[in-house]
């Protein structure tokens, strides 16, 4: 089955063929009854055949095109070539022209004269040959260097793409070693105060990992299934901290179905757990909010946090890393703002809203 654009080109090709044989029917027409001797009629009976031939013979400047290619073929040779193909194609052109006016004189009565009416205007013809076939000429050369400009742009476009994705997987694989660095050493300092604790950190993590593979190569997940995974994550590190992490979650039902990028949320609830809750011994709380505003969908993660504990986490991987993402599948289409008020740490985000129906994961 032909796709759509081998019909669209299909389509073209047969616009431009008769645009250039109405056109050069007209103009032989008007040649033919410049002086009289024959009626419209006949001279436009006469011309469409004429022209249909023409156009036949033009489409061979096409491969005459490809075989000089503008910028590459000296001046002198372009010359020559077009038109010494040009001279002896409106020759045979008019040698035809002649064998089909001759038919039609002998053919009756009524186009008794056509023949010596042909060769009367034979140098006229001549002349409209070669110069339509050279306006084909130059037609063609149009047509070579929109495809050329086309196909640079899709190849542009694609090297973008693929630079894009390469720099998302490269963006994502950096996720699960920085996270598991952190739950490694969580794990490390519980195996000698709270081996139970430890154990039970190993499972839930492992839970996580399982969870996160599963995930494959998808681009974006729903967020009801991000929120799966940070439900998961959450739930190992309140094996650590227990009644010091608060989590409150503030979750519109129908931006759970909105698409983001998986595991986006959770370096930032990483970054609130590591540089906020770990740093007061009474705890603290992390808020997650989620709101779609039409075609926006807009997350927050905010954390209270100690800022006389240390310096603060705006300029931590996780939160650059995010950044990032949004950066190279969104483009200026993210908004993404880092701001300490207080005791309050707060991480805002706005993308454009897609849906699950709408876009393959």
């Given amino acids: 089955m032909a796709t759509a654009k081998t019909k669209s080109v299909n389509y073209s090709k047969h616009v431009v063929f008769w645009t250039g044989w109405l ?9 033919l009854t410049s002086s ?15 022209s249909a031939i023409a156009q036949v013979s033009s489409s061979s400047a096409a491969f005459s095109c490809r075989t000089t290619p ?29 064998i089909v006016a001759r038919e039609f004189d002998v053919s009756g009565s009524s186009w008794r004269g056509i023949d010596a009416l042909y060769t009367q205007k034979t140098g006229m ?33 694609e090297s973008s793409l693929r630079a894009r994705d390469a720099e998302l997987s490269a963006l994502k694989a950096q996720i699960n070693p ?19 604790r430890a154990r039970e950190m190993c499972v839930l993590l492992a839970d996580f990992l399982r969870m996160t593979l599963g995930l494959g190569e998808k681009s974006v997940v729903p967020l009801r299934t991000e929120l799966e995974l940070l439900e998961k994550y959450c739930a ?10 608060n989590m409150e979650e503030e979750i519109q039902e129908d931006a ?7 595991l986006l949320l959770q370096p930032l609830v990483e970054n609130a757990v590591v540089h906020g809750i770990a740093q007061m011994p009474e705890g603290g709380r992390i808020r997650l909010q ?3 505003n039409g075609n926006r969908l807009s997350l927050t993660v905010e954390n209270t946090w100690d800022p006389e504990a240390g310096p603060s986490r705006r300029n931590g991987v996780g939160l650059k890393n995010v950044h990032r993402r949004l950066e190279a599948r969104y483009g200026k289409e993210a908004q993404i703002q880092a701001k300490a008020e207080e005791d309050v740490f707060r991480v805002s985000m706005g993308i454009p809203v897609e849906i699950e129906a709408t876009e393959k994961v």
């Avoid at 920085?178 to 139970?196: E, G, Q, R, V």
Wanted: aromatic share 14%.
């Fill in 36 to 50: 009289g001797g024959v009626s419209w009629k006949q001279a436009l009976y006469l011309a469409s055949i004429l």
């Fill in 256 to 262: 759970k179905d909105c698409l983001l990028p998986p």
């Fill in 23 to 31: 056109f050069f029917t007209l103009v032989l027409a008007s040649l």
């Fill in 236 to 245: 190992i590190e309140k094996v650590r901290f227990g009644a010091r992490m």
């Fill in 125 to 157: 013809l001549y002349g409209a040959g070669v110069f339509y076939y050279l306006l084909s000429v130059a037609f063609q050369y149009a047509l070579i260097a929109q495809k050329s400009s086309q196909e640079a742009q899709e190849r542009a476009l």
């Fill in 70 to 98: 503008l910028g590459k073929t000296p001046v002198w040779r372009l010359i020559a070539t077009h038109l010494v193909a040009a001279l002896l194609l409106t020759f045979f052109w008019v040698k035809v022209g002649a």
């Fill in 290 to 292: 989620a709101i779609r």
């Fill in 178 to 196: 920085h996270f598991l660095y952190n739950s490694l050493n969580s794990i490390s300092a519980l195996t000698s105060i709270d081996p139970a």
